[in-house]
T-cell receptor
Framework: EAQVTQNPRYLITVTGKKLTVTCSQN?????MSWYRQDPGLGLRQIYY???????DKGDVPEGYKVSRKEKRNFPLILESPSPNQTSLYFC???????????FGPGTRLTVL | KNQVEQSPQSLIILEGKNCTLQ??????????LRWYKQDTGRGPVSLTI?????NTKSNGRYTATLDADTKQSSLHITASQLSDSASYIC????????????FGAGTQVVVTP
């Protein structure tokens, strides 16, 4: 089944403890992106990748890192999480930029 | 200031009725505009994508319109069903920033029996 998977789906952690949220797609898509969703603010783009080894900042990249070593995977790294990074995170992928994006199921992160 | 504004914030409609959601944007130069449907707790699902040259596009009971001159779009839902209860999100991208997307805050639609 064609899909975007994210792990974990739910995570509660403490301030400063490094964590990684994984994102994987099985559709051979070139484009992948990370978003966070907060009440009243909607979705905001964190980082995106046009292809392997090509990443760029979205609107809210502070406090996050990404890497794209393989086409299928695009992990989101929080080196030192803070409470203001408590949010619902979505990964998405698409064959290219001008076409439909497919979103993962979301990861709900709570930083205490 | 958000470059994509949606209205209304929320609306309640009776099953079987029609409704129209609005999206105004300032993103420029314009590349394309998308409408997504997001059920509570799930990832958004694409409904339509329109480029500069397209002024209407349908997906079943959903019809999106685009006026690139006035920078406005609307999403019309025909003969609403209970399953249409969701948040509807307008997303705009620019030819200046390939790969970047600007999201509206969404319109929460509740369809009641």
């Amino acid at each position: 089944e064609a899909q975007v998977t994210q792990n974990p789906r739910y995570l509660i952690t403490v301030t400063g403890k490094k964590l990684t949220v994984t994102c994987s797609q099985n559709m051979n898509h070139e484009y992948m992106s990370w978003y966070r969703q907060d009440p009243g603010l909607g979705l905001r783009q964190i980082y995106y990748s046009m292809n392997v080894e090509v990443t760029d900042k979205g609107d809210v990249p502070e406090g996050y890192k990404v890497s794209r070593k393989e086409k299928r995977n695009f992990p989101l790294i929080l080196e030192s999480p803070s409470p203001n990074q408590t949010s619902l995170y979505f990964c998405a992928s698409s064959p290219g930029v001008g076409v439909e994006q497919f979103f993962g199921p979301g990861t709900r992160l709570t930083v205490l | 200031k958000n470059q994509v504004e949606q209205s209304p914030q929320s609306l309640i409609i009776l099953e079987g009725k029609n409704c129209t959601l609005q999206c105004n944007y300032t993103v420029s130069p314009f590349s394309n505009l998308r409408w997504y449907k997001q059920d509570t707790g799930r990832g958004p699902v694409s409904l339509t994508i329109m480029t500069f040259s397209e002024n209407t596009k349908s997906n079943g009971r959903y019809t999106a319109t685009l006026d690139a001159d006035t920078k406005q779009s609307s999403l019309h839902i025909t003969a609403s069903q209970l399953s249409d209860s969701a948040s509807y999100i307008c997303v705009v991208s620019s030819t200046d920033s390939w790969g970047k997307f600007q999201f509206g805050a969404g319109t929460q639609v509740v369809v009641t029996p």
